[in-house]
Each structure stands twice: as C-alpha cells, then as structure tokens.
C-alpha cells in the first residue's frame, strides 16, 4: 500500500505560478514512477507529467511542457509540480499518482495508487 497526500493548490491569477506537492508513505521503496494528472470541470482526467523514481526521467504532456516541471526528492519521499505561466485552462483538480512499472506514463491504468486531490483555480 502507498499513500499519497497532495497540497500546494490554490487560487492565482493568470501568468502567476505555484508549487504542488506530493508526500508519499508506506510501500515507497518498490515505486517507479510518480505522475500528475489533472481533471478540469466536465472533462476527463488527463495525463500532465511524470518522473521515474529512481533515475527521474520526465515526461509532460504538451499543454504543460515549457511551463510545468516536475521533481521528486527522493529522501522526503515527496514529488513536485512547479507551475509557471499559469492559464485559465490550466484551473482543475490535480492528482497525484504512483506506479510500480514501467508501463507507459501516459495512461491512468498504469498507476496504482492516487491521491484525493488539490484544486488549482487560475483567474484571468
């Protein structure tokens, strides 16, 4: 079992950033990657980034890469997401995620475990 507690959202004005955080617990040590997914109001959730665990290869989708940037310190067993030049489309519920293979990093069924959420609102 892992657990995984996001914080970091909040409000911000277009252009602003902010920094996302995922703390993870419990079976940490088999991880293989950590992802951000994020799920605007009535539309899917999709894929933002992620990074391997243990040799922190990145990925992004193409609406955040340029501007989102994805971390991981290993010791605190947390992940990041520093988010610059923030758009109103960017505004969701964002989710941390965990996996354990080395499946694609694009799909949600390749991650196990997920966070409850943080709520990023970018006004214009």
């Known amino acids: 079992q892992v657990q995984l507690v996001e914080s970091g959202g909040g409000l911000v004005q277009a252009g602003g950033s902010l920094r996302l955080s995922c703390a993870a617990s419990?079976?940490?040590?088999?991880?293989?990657?950590m992802g951000w997914f994020r799920q605007a109001p009535g539309k899917e959730r999709e894929f933002a980034a992620s990074?391997?665990?243990?040799?922190?290869?990145?990925g992004y989708a193409d609406s955040v890469k340029g501007r989102f940037t994805i971390s991981r310190d290993n010791a605190k067993d947390t992940v990041y997401l520093q988010m610059n030049s923030l758009k109103p489309e960017d505004t969701a519920v964002y989710y941390c995620?965990?996996?354990?293979?080395?499946?694609?990093?694009?799909?949600?069924?390749?991650?196990?475990?997920w966070g409850q959420g943080t709520q990023v609102t970018v006004s214009s």
């Open positions: 995620a965990a996996g354990f293979s080395g499946a694609t990093y694009l799909r949600e069924a390749s991650y196990s475990y």
């Open positions: 419990g079976r940490t040590f088999s991880m293989y990657r």
């Open positions: 990074i391997t665990w243990s040799r922190g290869i990145t």
